[in-house]
């Protein structure tokens, strides 16, 4: 069966109980008797007590629950609900207690509009906590770029949280804000087409931040431009070139433009080739093949494809080769070409080849 005895019937019995005499709390202070003012008073200590059972009780399960899962979602929410201040609890108890007195309107007006600030900043708190761990768990490292350009997008969301989170309130409160949104309108639509060339170039340090094509200590090449990325920033991207000097480049250029990012090759394919001279024998041929591979299977992060005599040159035997370099490094790949390069001489003097060079026989033919 349901209980319905409200506080104020309870407050009322327990001080019938206690004194035998309930005139005093029909006695009126600030607009309310005194029976609604001990009644809000519960009503505070009850919402109070109630509010710190969750926070230690409730909040102390949902954690051990929590830490049985694998994701890290719950964690933050957790670690979020945990650092909730005490003024927010405080601030519920005081409204809810409040809620059945006859204040000025004055004081209702604010203690609503304070409420509702409360309830909005800690919205805007957990939507902030969940954007950082998704952002933090994208781009997945630490760097300070990283944590600059996180850092910009999150201001730019809170402010745009803050000013939807003050809308509310004031229309909440009973204000007209349609002539405010227009303004905001208006006034964003002019700072926007005043800015854009800057805000492009800052969203797409966000999109590289996120996306990732490039990173610090990358070698890409853009186009004309190409080099080692030294800094990533929120407006322009710092490149060292290969002859030393600063190139900077904006990030609008980088997002709309093919990147080519050799840092990320883990495989290089390489192909060359080599001319010997006319009146080399066919078991001489079959030789410089063989001699070819063994060459590339003996050298480090090498790997061979294929090796032919595919063509009858003006001046030569061509021979094309084809490997790939395990590793992306280009150091390490012309310091592989030049050894096996030398190899490959060294292997076509012991088995008595020379290597061609560009030659013409003429003809001469005279006259009888």
């Keep these: 069966m349901t209980d319905t005895t409200n506080p104020s019937d309870f407050v ?3 001080v019938s109980k206690g004194t035998g005499d309930l005139s005093i709390m029909n006695d009126v202070y600030l607009g309310n008797s005194v029976l609604d003012w001990v009644t809000a008073i519960v009503v505070f200590v009850l919402a109070l007590i109630a509010l710190n059972i969750f926070k230690r009780v409730i909040i102390c399960h949902m954690k051990k629950l929590a830490s049985k899962t694998k994701g890290h979602l719950d964690d933050a929410v957790i670690e979020y609900l945990e650092n909730i201040s005490s003024g927010f609890y405080k601030m519920m108890a005081i409204y809810a207690a409040v809620q059945d007195l006859s204040l000025p309107s004055i004081v209702q007006l604010v203690l609503r509009a304070a409420f509702l600030l409360m309830v909005v900043s800690e919205v805007i708190k957990i939507i902030q906590s969940v ?12 760097t300070a770029e990283d944590k600059a350009i996180s850092g910009a997008l999150l201001l730019i969301l809170r402010i745009a949280l803050w000013m939807m989170g003050i809308l509310l309130v004031l229309s909440n409160l009973g204000f007209n804000i349609n002539s405010l949104i227009a303004s ?23 999109s590289i931040a996120l996306d990732k094509p490039f990173e610090e200590g990358d070698f890409i090449v853009c186009g004309e431009f190409k080099g080692d990325v030294k800094k990533i920033g929120l407006k322009t991207t710092r490149l060292i070139a290969l002859q ?14 093919r990147v080519q990012n050799f840092k990320k090759m883990k495989k290089r394919r390489v192909v060359f080739s080599i001319g010997v001279k006319y009146g080399t024998s066919p078991d001489q041929i ?62 076509l003097e012991k088995i008595g080849v020379e290597m061609a060079f560009p030659t013409r026989t003429v003809h001469m033919v005279k006259d009888v």
């Design 184 to 206: 905001l309108g208006i006034g964003g639509l002019a700072i926007s087409l005043a800015l854009q060339p800057v805000l492009t170039d800052i969203f797409s340090s966000f």
């Design 12 to 14: 009322s019995d327990f």
């Design 131 to 142: 954007i950082q761990y998704a952002l933090a768990k994208k781009t997945g490292t630490n």
């Design 244 to 257: 030393g000097e600063e190139l900077v480049i904006s990030n609008t250029e980088l997002t709309n433009a």
């Design 286 to 347: 079959r030789a410089i093949q063989a001699m070819i591979q063994k060459t590339i299977d003996e050298h480090e992060h090498t790997e061979f494809n294929r090796a032919h005599f595919y063509e009858f040159g003006e001046s030569n035997l061509h021979f094309e080769i084809v490997y790939f370099m395990l590793s992306g490094d280009y150091a390490e790949y012309m310091d592989a070409q030049q050894s096996i390069n030398l190899s490959i001489m060294e292997g």
